[in-house]
């Protein structure tokens, strides 16, 4: 590979002999790959990818590949994920019941760990501030069947203003010089120069100088680069330590392989050494610089609330259903599920679309929200369609109609077109659920012998 010059030397100077070398050399190795098992479908997804080399540092992670247009993905049950980036979800350790904000989460490979290990309990916001890629992530987010995550496509400026202290765990996963994705990326090179890092840690201290705006009192703020850089890792921690008293690094874990945090690449801060870096040239992954920042202060000093006013996200953005809606609702559900499935208390309409949306009580008026929680369906006339979430958010176990189809069918039903049955599987014209190996991957409309298409048109292919 053709690295910089002005990189060789950096890096021969920062790591000396042989291990520059090593470090060197690794660039010309081939690429990192690494695909991760969804937990809440692990058990139909396991049998179906390649999983001879787990991965030891995080909970359901593989060496290897699994294709994009395969069953596997498609229906949410594994993230593909090179092995190093891995490592932040677990440092993360998303509980049940947290309050957890991905602050640059695009295309979602955090996110998507941290929602799935949540359990459904309590709330994920996974925001991106480009557009384009905030509707990647809104995808990536919805095929993984999160129920309790919240999209947004904000600044974080604009976020920290709306949620003071609302955070137990934030994630920064900041945008870096990609020193970590020159193999898998070489364009990534071309943006390199000697004062590029320099330039990526001024963005990153305004990103978190937001970020810690939103953590609560006693929270942790996650911070990570896919950068060697010691100006976008050490050096950027080094000034939060110094900007503030009230945190200190965590300790973080370090797996065969994993090296400590460098305090002599910085002010020589002892604690610099609780985060860890992942060297490509010393284990199999792309390489990744992760900080686990602890808010020390009492939690009792601040009021954690929102701000007054403001409690109950749904009072301006959404509103509740007429009585005729909630006939048709409930007539659908009823139809084609075989128990209540979900709680009509969360249950808010945004114009035509009805969500069901997290347990929170964050404010979202005036925020851009790509998702909120689960998309239930649509109003349209005098009818109820339900959303293709719904294919990817609840087990086959929970359907009235389930239609395990064949790798034709599958493949006929993705690009778009209808099935025809042999026999009809409903007496009476009902939506029900497309599976492939078991899995859940689409709803359809079962009229008859014929199985309507309602695949999303931006997801066909
Ligand atoms: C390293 S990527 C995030 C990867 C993601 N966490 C994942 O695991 O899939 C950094 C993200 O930060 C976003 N970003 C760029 N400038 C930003 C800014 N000023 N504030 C917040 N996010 C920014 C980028 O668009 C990009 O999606």
Redesign the pocket.
């Known amino acids: 590979m053709n690295l910089p010059k002005d990189f060789i030397n950096k890096y021969q100077a920062l790591l000396g002999q042989p291990e520059a070398a090593q470090f060197l050399a690794s660039f010309d190795q081939p690429v990192e790959k690494g695909f991760r098992i969804n937990p809440m479908k692990a058990d139909l997804v396991t049998p179906l990818v390649p999983t001879a080399e787990p991965i030891a540092y995080v909970k359901g992670g593989y060496f290897g590949t699994v294709k994009g247009n395969s069953i596997a993905h498609t229906s949410g049950g594994v993230y593909s994920?090179e092995p190093s980036?891995m490592y932040?979800g677990a440092v993360v350790d998303p509980q049940p019941g947290e309050v957890i904000l991905?602050?640059?989460?695009?295309?979602?490979?955090?996110?998507t760990y941290i929602g799935s290990q949540m359990a459904g309990q309590g709330v994920l916001v996974a925001n991106?501030?480009?557009a384009k890629?905030a509707k990647v992530l809104a995808e990536n987010v919805e095929r993984f069947g999160l129920k309790n995550a919240i999209v947004t496509n904000e600044?974080?400026d604009r976020l920290a203003a709306a949620w003071p202290q609302q955070f137990d765990k934030i994630?920064v996963?900041?945008?870096?010089s990609g020193e970590g994705m020159f193999r898998k990326d070489p364009e990534a090179m071309t943006y390199w120069q000697l004062a590029y890092p320099e330039t990526c840690a001024a963005?990153q201290k305004?990103?978190l100088t937001a970020a810690l705006k939103m953590l609560k009192p006693g929270g942790q703020l996650i911070y990570s680069?896919?950068t060697f850089a010691p100006e976008e890792d050490e050096q950027v921690m080094a000034w939060v330590l110094a900007q503030y008293p009230a945190l200190s690094l965590k300790p973080i874990q370090k797996y065969a392989g994993m090296s400590a945090g460098r305090p002599e690449w910085a002010d020589g801060t002892a604690s610099l050494a609780n985060a860890v870096r992942l060297w490509p040239h010393l284990m199999r992954g792309e390489g990744h610089f992760i900080a686990c920042l602890q808010s020390n202060a009492s939690p009792e000093k601040t009021s954690t609330r929102a701000k007054k006013g403001h409690s109950k996200h749904t009072a301006k953005t959404s509103g509740t259903l007429t009585k005729a809606q909630q006939t048709l609702v409930e007539a659908c559900l009823a139809q084609t599920f075989k128990q209540p499935v979900l709680d009509f208390q969360y249950l808010r309409l945004q114009g035509d679309h009805l969500h069901l949306v997290p347990q929170s009580t964050l404010p979202l008026t005036q925020l851009k929200i790509l998702r909120n929680g689960l998309n239930v369906g649509v109003f349209k006339k005098n009818r109820f369609e339900l959303d293709h979430d719904l294919a990817l958010s609840l087990p086959a176990a929970a359907y009235q109609v389930v239609y395990e189809v064949d790798e034709t069918a599958y493949q006929h039903y993705r690009h778009g077109e209808s099935l025809t049955l042999a026999q009809p599987l409903a007496a009476k014209k009902t939506f029900g659920l497309l599976t492939y190996q078991h899995l859940g991957f689409a709803i359809g409309n079962f009229v008859g012998t014929q199985v309507k298409n309602f695949y999303p048109k931006g997801l066909r292919n």
Not at 102 to 111: N, Y
Not at 173 to 176: E, F, K, V, W
């Open positions: 994920q980036a932040v991905d602050l640059c989460a695009a295309p979602g490979g955090k996110s991106e501030i480009n890629r600044t974080p994630l996963d900041a945008p870096c963005r305004e990103i680069t896919c």
